[in-house]
């Protein structure tokens, strides 16, 4: 999840030592550099822009009720092909 933060500009890596452990002084060099420089402004105004799309309720129930009846579609059609394809094996069993 960490990647996909920072990979989307909407966070910065916190430097690790080679062992995987990060120090005070890792986290505070982290924060100035997201608070104060211009990278900062920039994961500032793309954050703002992620709240407004992940934290507009009335958009994500359309996202997921679009996406319930793509699977409903998709179900069906599946049911279909399936009944279309039962058919014609007992055609072609009883040929």
Do not use: P
Request: glycine share 8%; hydrophobic share 45%.
């Amino acid at each position: 999840m960490q990647r996909l933060v920072v990979d989307k500009g909407l966070g910065v890596e916190i430097e690790r030592s080679e062992d995987g452990w990060f120090s005070r002084d890792d986290i505070a060099k982290a924060l100035r550099l997201a608070m104060v420089s211009d990278e900062g402004e920039k994961l500032g105004l793309q954050a703002r822009e992620a709240a407004r799309v992940f934290g507009n309720q009335n958009m994500q129930d359309s996202y997921f009720n679009r996406f319930v009846e793509y699977l409903k579609k998709m179900e069906l059609q599946i049911k279909q092909d399936g009944l279309i394809a039962q058919t014609i094996i007992t055609f072609i069993f009883f040929l």
